[in-house]
């Protein structure tokens, strides 16, 4: 059974955060919307010595969300998610946890490291953590410490994908886990948000899709980018971040660099001090579902038409 905060959406979807692309605009729109919006603590960048942006973010969300109820108590917005990046690296985690703690986050996910204190601080105000998983070990790793439920980052999801097929993935986890279920990869219509409710899953986690917005913190170019390209334009690379991930080929081919010859990378590069400068800025994350994307719209737009093909497919498969 789902937990209060997510069984009333709109459609069974979260929006997964991104790297760059989610900051408060394209939150507060898919909130709106009636999905989950959410975005990396990251995201919020700062200088040493300025007022904490994440707490301008948070503020401000929070803020317009609460209006928006207020002015529409029939229609009321879906709740959002912060994403703490659980790594050694990053050296904003304990100052970053503090803030949404104080602030009630309602969704904490975590990524990159199950920890019992970041799922406590969760709980102590109240909200529920989703961490994401690649395979049932570290789904296992992950209750284990305290987590409410788990995000199945399958084969095909853009960002750090996992290896497997979501039907494996999907099904070893349900064999003992009957807790909040997410499922990522290449879900980008209302089609294939059923589909994974059928596989098993509770929710859809959706990302990629979501960069072809008006709202999203994208350079128009990366917009562009995904509408032009499809499944075959996806890249599996480590070379980036140290760890497995997928990538819009023509964003390598224009860094200079060969999408079919690319080194491999260790895991010991991986580095989330958001001091330093990113040596691949202009290399673009994405999944492999964006054969459906075909214009930039808005999120509104883009909510509609996932909710309309979900309400299609629920009604062909009652027909079968």
Known sequence: MLPPILANLRIPVVASPMFIVSGPELVIAQCKAGIVGSFPALNAREKDGEPSMLEAWLTRITEELDRHNQANPDRPAAPFAVNQIVHRSNARLERDIEICHRHRVPIWITSLGARPEVNAAAHDCGGIALHDIINNAFARKAIEKGADGLIAVAAGAGGHAGPQSPFALIQEIREWFDGPLLLSGA???????????????????????????????????????????????????????????????????????????????????????????????????????????????????????LAAEYAEAKRAVAAM
């Open 187 to 305: 879900i980008a219509t209302g089609r294939a948000v059923l589909a994974a409710q059928v596989m098993g899953a509770d929710l859809a986690y959706i990302g990629s899709p979501f960069i072809a917005t008006e709202e999203a913190n994208a350079q128009p170019d990366y917009k562009r980018m995904i509408v032009e390209s499809g499944a075959m334009d996806i890249v599996t690379s480590s070379l980036f971040t140290g760890v497995s991930g997928n990538y819009l080929a023509p964003s390598i081919r224009n860094a200079g660099l060969d999408p079919d010859n690319l080194e491999k990378a260790d895991a010991s590069a991986m580095d989330f001090n958001s001091a330093k400068p990113k040596a691949w800025s202009q290399i673009w994350g994405c999944g492999q579902g964006i054969g459906a994307v075909h214009e930039v719209v808005p999120v509104g737009t883009m909510v509609d038409r």
